[in-house]
Nanobody
Framework: QVQLVESGGGLVQAGGSLRLSCAASGRKFNGYYMGWFRQAPGKEREFVAVISWSGMSLAYADSVKDRFTISRDNAKNTVYLQMNSLNVADTAVYYC??????????????????WGQGTQVTVSA
């Protein structure tokens, strides 16, 4: 059974930082892009960042570029999201994702094959 388990969410003040982790189990994601999406209350789930298997190809949503950094450790089957300079607009449930069709160009929820359960990130003013 494939599982993506996120951790690292929480409450932080505006301007602060958090690091999310996503541990994958049940299979190896060789060749898969992995990424992060988020969903704020009353809004659709949106793309945040994606990384290729090699780690050489990255993409970010414009709203998080230069503040967030995605990385992965394939030996640990884990992907990370370092979030700096957080603001209230970053408040959302953050979901880890893996998909065979996911890429730096294809960033839609339809391209995701596996989802994590989500971790809450709340940024206070």
């Amino acid at each position: 059974q494939v599982q993506l388990v996120e951790s690292g969410g929480g409450l932080v003040q505006a301007g602060g930082s958090l690091r999310l982790s996503c541990a994958a189990s049940g299979r190896k994601f060789n060749g898969y892009y992995m990424g992060w999406f988020r969903q704020a209350p009353g809004k659709e789930r949106e793309f945040v960042a994606v990384i290729s298997w090699s780690g050489m190809s990255l993409a970010y949503a414009d709203s998080v570029k230069d503040r967030f950094t995605i990385s992965r450790d394939n030996a640990k089957n884990t992907v990370y999201l370092q979030m700096n300079s957080l603001n209230v607009a970053d408040t959302a449930v953050y979901y880890c994702a893996a998909g065979g069709r996911l890429s730096t160009v294809v960033r839609t929820t339809a391209a995701v094959d596996y989802w994590g359960q989500g971790t809450q990130v709340t940024v206070s003013a």
